[in-house]
Every structure is written in C-alpha cells, then in structure tokens.
C-alpha cells in the first residue's frame, strides 16, 4: 500500500483544523498532493492554477475529505493576476497560516514579461515575492512561508542583468537561477520577518527530482514524456515524496525553528556559497521591487544586517 504524504513526513497525527493554507501550483504534481494532505488533516484550502477543471477536481478532493477548499484561477506572467489573488484571499478568508509558493517550471522558450524580465524569473521567484508580500500583513500568528526550491541552484550566481534579456537563452540556466532566487528570497523574508517582530517564519525546501509532477512539461520534443516515464523506476522521488518535503517544512513541530533554512530529505541542508550570500539576498529583495514598481517590503532593516535570523542549527552537507 502507498504511504500518503503525511506518513511520509512523520505528521500524519497533526490537527490542522482551523488551518487556512494557500497552495500554489496545486493542480498537478506535488502541489496537488500537498493540498490534499492538508485537507485529509483538516485543513482549509485555497488551491491554485489556471486549468479550472483541474482545480475544481481537486477542490472536490479535498472537500471530501470534510475541508473547506476553493479554487482561484492566477496566471504568475501577469502582475494583476497575482494581486487579484492576494485580494481574492484577503476578501474570501480571515487570514492565511500555510503560504505554499509552489508553483513553478522550466520553460524552453526565451521570453520577456510585461516586467521586460526573462520569463522564468518571473514566473518562479518574481510572482511568489508579489504574492507574499502582498499577503505578508494577512498572515496569521506563527504562519509558515513555504517556497519551493530545488538543489538544480548549485553552480549558479544572482545575475538579475542577465534576466533583463532572452539573448542565448538557456532554459536550464533560467531555472537554475530562479531556484537559486527561490531560497535568496526566503533568508532574506525571514530575516526582515525576526527584525520586523513578526512571530511568521520562512522555509525553503528541495521536493528531490520528480518526474511525475508535471514542471518539465515544457521541454522540446520527447523530453516530457521520457522524463515521465523515469517515475516507474526504483529509486525515483515520487509525487508523494515531494509533498511530504512539503508537508514536513509547513507542519511538522521539528521544524518550527528552522526560519530562513533549506531543508532537502526532511533534513536541514547546507546551500551553495551563493545561496549564503546575504548582500545577494538583500540585492535580490530590492531590485524585485523595483522591477514591480512597488515599495519594498518590510524596508526597516539596519544597513548593518550581516547575520541571518533563528537558532544555530547543524546542518548537513
């Protein structure tokens, strides 16, 4: 018999009931399994995507299970979109405990935004930072950020110039880049969130490598569907095991101390050198802004922050 996400992660006892959780990307693949484990535990939940029908099978799931859910419809290229979810949230909720920036994927086409920034940029690391800070006052007492990275962020630098341009595109280095923006972004969050007094935490997390959960669907060719059929084989990370990453960041009571960290394996991880790099992380968060055109958020840091927050914590290569 197959272990459910949430025997997977050790939280198949956690009460979730009262919970209102946010689920990006949660049509398909991990993020469908994610917010359906949370509904089995009683979880609230706002399932998100662009194919209606998807979301509304889904949703369906979910209620089944005795869990309030609905489906809001947001494509991450487009900048209202997005704000129209937040406000969507804030007008249809008394506030969100679980924020699962989840959706994501590896686009083969160069293209430019109506930001003027490459395509994956946006959709990985530029919509989820809208979307959170948008929320960021409508998150509930110990709410937990959950973003999902990948350790395909080894080997890359932040380069936000070089997000400005399509020219010699390089869909692999795009995603590389953004999951190394994925977890820039959550030291930097949870950082801002501890000096800011906020009680939210922020956690990145490596789901391992999925074939069934869908974000290869847009390589060239036969990619997809080889890549697919890699599930069969011993050994593969499964769908459920990605969700179960997830599951373990957002509710297991191991890893309520864990703000600002990247866990792979159900594990703490060490990142990249660059992944470290706080003047990065700090660069990052400003230049998102402005490419939004927005005020930046939770701007009250000191110009001597040099330390990320929470406790020292042994981490594994």
Same mark, same amino acid.
């Given at each position: 018999? #197959?272990?459910? &996400? ?59 299970? *005795? ?30 405990? /679980?924020?699962?920036? +989840?959706?994501?994927? $590896? ?9 003027? $920034? ?26 937990? =950020? ?29 995603? +590389?880049?953004? @999951?190394?923006? +994925? ?15 906020? #009680?939210?935490?922020? $956690?990145?997390?490596? &789901? ?26 011993? *050994? $593969?990370?499964?769908? +459920? ?8 960041? *957002? ?8 703000? *600002? @960290?990247? /866990? ?37 840091? &000191?110009?001597? @922050? @040099? ?7 042994? =981490?594994?290569?």
């Amino acid at each position: 018999m #197959t272990s459910t &996400p949430e025997q997977l992660a050790g939280v198949a006892d956690v009460d979730c009931t009262g919970m209102q959780a946010l689920v990006t990307g949660s049509t398909s693949g991990i993020g469908r399994a994610t917010a359906i484990a949370l509904g089995r535990l009683g979880a609230d939940v706002i399932v998100h995507g662009r194919d209606a029908s998807a979301g509304a099978d889904v949703v369906d799931t979910v209620t089944a299970y *005795g869990a309030d859910a609905q489906f809001i419809a947001a494509d991450f290229a487009d900048v209202e979109a997005v704000r129209e979810l937040a406000a969507t949230v804030r007008s249809t909720t008394d506030g969100i405990d /679980l924020l699962y920036n +989840n959706a994501g994927g $590896v686009f083969r086409d160069g293209q430019l935004t109506s930001c003027d $920034v490459e395509y994956t940029f946006h959709i990985n690391h530029l919509a989820p930072y809208l979307l959170t800070t948008e929320l960021l006052d409508y998150l509930n007492t110990d709410a937990r =950020v959950v973003t999902t990275a990948s350790a395909a962020h080894q080997g890359a630098s932040l380069d936000i110039d070089r997000t400005r341009s399509v020219d010699n595109h390089s869909a692999f280095w795009a995603y +590389n880049h953004s @999951k190394l923006a +994925n977890i820039l972004f959550t030291t930097e969050l949870a950082q801002r969130l501890d000096i800011s007094d906020h #009680t939210a935490t922020a $956690v990145c997390v490596h &789901p391992g490598a999925i074939p069934g959960s869908g974000f290869t669907r847009f390589l060239p060719g036969p990619l997809p569907r080889i890549v697919q059929s890699l599930e069969v084989l011993p *050994g $593969v990370t499964s769908v +459920n095991d990605g969700a179960a990453e997830l599951l373990f960041a *957002g509710i297991s009571s191991q890893t309520t101390d864990y703000s *600002g @960290k990247y /866990l792979a394996g159900q594990q703490l991880k060490e990142p990249s050198s660059d992944a470290r790099d706080d003047a990065a992380a700090r660069r990052l968060w400003q230049e998102s802004a402005n490419i939004l055109d927005i005020t930046e958020p939770l701007n009250n840091l &000191p110009d001597n @922050k @040099k330390t990320r927050p929470g406790v020292d914590i042994n =981490v594994t290569e």
